[in-house]
């Protein structure tokens, strides 16, 4: 099957269309660059940005772990870890402690990555603006001159409205001072992983042909008020597998009596601590 | 070129230690030309403006006086001449040489625009509050309490009731909309104000009321504004200054009531004459 | 016990199994070959082409096979495929005014010169549905034979449309002139037309498929973008032009089909040869005239290729093509049809399908995140809420109200 296709799909020259533009992001992390994005033989919409990105970074040694909504298990990470397992016959892993590169949809995995991991994202829309302008030659003009006080009065209306900042994922970062930029889709819980993370963070958007980095090590923000500050979201219950009360739960309805359990989103860190003998909540 | 005929015109001179030191004009334009294709709009517009100083650009349509305009904000951009403009720092500095960042930056801090139709000038969507703490936002202040305590007090300096902060200005009245659009334009502090036509397109009673608050908060908040209207009763009540334009060009400069009172130009005498007398 | 709510590569297999099945249908009946979707599915292998932007009637075929006949899903196939493919050369342009015709008219002329030719057109058609077809065909023939002179036989009763081009001729003409000369050259002697753009030198194109687009974007990645646009959405931005918003007061100068020669120059020659012909159908349409300060006004052009018999598609490129030059031509670009930054960005099967049914991916990590917040915002209102006040008030703001 893998014959007749180059090692992870993508051919050199895009391969190194495609880093040139990941340098550029990491040159100035935050900003969203440009780029020709391919279509692949996967949907766009399903991770293609991800795609593109893991191609043309992937080597023969990297072990590569595939995540969505934090589990290796769910249909689409099945399908992109076997799609690069076919094209790239690289090493795949369910450990995030054991991934070079961890390519994901909408989490970050709850074990703190180090130096030299790379976490690729997908992202759908990477524009953080355009929900209220949708006009991306406007939006141009606003990065460049870091003229972002629009995004504020968003956040200024939901407190009019709800009492509180109703973001609840893809919340709007402020990178290294400079860049506003949209996380992807991962929930606000996961934002604060991104400030000053020894690894390194990609973000491709392959419908929307924009790549974006932040290097590691640098300072990420989530926008707020001072007197709204950014509040990260609870459950006050535990798992019930590993009975952990500090992950983000994915909530599990049981019946129609309105009985339900919650579980870790991040399958890996909770099958290490069940291993490492945790129970769960009664 | 017409030569001002009776406002002492000090040009800026940057060796000049008044000058320096920020006490000479706030905008001082010079040579100021602009075309369309080929037909030209505005051709040899000088103007000054000093602090404090409310100035009326008036003349029919076509005149040019919203080109001016949008050539003195940089929303336009000339071909001949020079904006000059004191910052803060007491610096002159040309509005059309600046780089783009440095204009918005400016355009931010020290001018406000208030456009003719209040709907061109605010976000019709979201909150009268947000409306007016925007601009402050935009300049880095994060506190919502106190955004919130600024846009209130704005609100009822224009004379919008407190309970209206959390509705749209969609829902607002004309009038109210533009009485909106002023305290957006003026809760940033801004040295000078560019109107264009701001009593334009409402009912003669709401005029009146916008006409009273105007004149109230700039001698208020000792606003420099240039003004642009059709209406000379309106530049009478409200301006210092009057300079009439016809095809592109100024014809006539002087104290408001001077020009009124005994227009030199033939083209002012035919407005004069053609307005009925307060 | 934990309940496995998440897939797995088992569900997955065995949904591809099912899907496999499904493609065969039942396995009495006989199984489709290219050549049957090719010769009798023409114009779906040519959507399939155009979209799908590879020009392989064998590949589209397939594409259309293994799609069980969904063409977007063909299209996807096809432009997965081509992002694999090198590119050896480009092409010289065509000349379509070289092309051998099989169908060529115009809206704007009663005749002129090289004729009308209606070709193979369901234009005259009655909409009838041909039970003939329905019948299993004679072992010795094809169907095909059979059918369309029964279609054809239809457009000559006294039900015929009002205004059909005069002199019509079924086919080409008798003594044909080898090409026909182009109605927007007769029409630009005298002037009344804007010239074609660009002039010489020609600049080198920009190419969608290796820049991204950007706004904004220049006519030949606007054109791209509409050749490998949807038809169904273009078709209704046309249409939403003809109906006011952001009329371009549209003629169909001229709509021709046929053969045309592709030819590239090797760069070891240094002179170009012909490696092919490809069937394409060009659309110029005659827009609102416009004039500028000291210059007579004229025609504009907006302009539609596609490959294959795409007629339509082709149509309504070229009305959105002069819709989108609006704003360079002093018209605005105010009407949904008039701005590229909605047109372009939404016009691709391909992105607007894949991003369509991402929504059943799995959203669980966001959807909780909303509920998480909800719940909050609800007990905040909870507690918040005094005695006798309707749950519904809002809650203070934590002693931030003047």
Known sequence: ?282 | MIPCISVPFDPADPDDPEDAAGDGPLLEVSGLGFAYGSRMALADVDLTLWPGEVLAVAGESGSGKTTLLGCLSGELAPQAGRVGFLTREGKRVDMHSLGEAERRRLLRTDWGIVRQNPRDGLRLAVSAGANVGEPLMVLGHRHYGWLRGQAGDWLDRVEIPADRIDDPPATFSGGMQQRLQIARNLVTDPRIVLMDEPTGGLDVSVQARLLDLLRRLVSELDLAVVLVTHDLAVARLLADRLVVMKDGRIVETGLTDQVLDDPQHAYTQLLVSSVLQP | MYVAVKGGEAAIDAAHAALARKRRGDPEVPDLSLEQIDQQLALAVDRVMLEGSVYDRELAALAVKQARGDLLEAIFLLRAYRTTLPRLAASRPLETGQMVVARRISATFKDLPGGQVLGATFDYTHRLLDFDLAAAPPPDDGGGAGAAPAAAARTDDEFAPADPPENPQAGPPASPPASPPRVSDLVGRDGLIEPAQPSDPEPAPDDLTRQPLRFPASRDLRLQALARGDEGFLVSLAYSSQRGHGTTHPFAGEIRQGEVAVEIVPEELGFPVTIGTVAVTECEMFGQFVGAQGEPPRFTRGYGLTFGESERKAMAMAIVDRALRSGELGGGTAAPAQDAEFVLPHSDTVEASGFLQHLKLPHYVDFQSELEGLRRMHAGLAAAAPAGTAAGDEAPDDGTLP
């Open chain 1, 1 to 282: 099957m893998t014959a007749g296709y180059n090692f992870a799909y993508l051919d050199e020259q895009t391969k190194r269309m495609i880093r040139r533009a990941i340098l550029k992001g990491v040159a100035v992390p935050g900003y969203q660059v440009p780029f020709a994005s391919r279509e692949m033989p996967l949907p766009f919409g399903w991770g293609t940005g991800g795609i593109q990105v893991t191609a043309s970074i992937l080597g023969y040694h990297d072990v590569l772990k595939v995540i969505d909504q934090g589990a290796d298990d769910t249909t689409n990470a099945v399908s992109i870890r076997r799609f690069f397992a076919r094209v790239a016959g690289v090493a795949t892993t369910t450990r995030t402690t054991e991934a070079t590169i961890i390519q994901t949809r909408h989490r970050i995995p709850e074990t703190p990555l180090r130096a030299g991991q790379i976490m690729v994202f997908q992202v759908p829309i990477p524009e953080p603006l355009r929900w209220l302008e949708p006009r991306e030659s406007e939006n141009r003009k606003s990065h460049a001159m870091a003229d972002y006080g629009a995004m504020h009065v968003k956040l200024y209306e939901d407190i009019v409205r709800y009492g509180q900042i109703a973001t609840s994922y893809d919340y709007p970062v402020r990178v290294a001072g400079r860049y506003l930029m949209a996380p992807s889709p991962i929930p606000k819980f996961d934002n604060p992983k991104l400030d000053r993370s020894p690894a390194l963070m990609l973000f491709g958007a392959g419908r929307e042909k924009r790549i974006y980095a932040i290097p590691p090590h640098t300072p990420v923000v989530s926008l707020d008020f001072e007197d709204h500050p950014f509040r990260l979201q609870r459950w006050t219950e535990a798992c019930s597998q590993c009975g952990d009360t500090a992950s983000f739960l994915d909530e599990i309805l049981m019946d129609d009596q309105g009985n339900r359990r919650f579980v870790c989103s991040d399958t890996d860190h909770c099958a290490a601590r069940q291993a490492a003998g945790q129970g769960g909540a009664p």
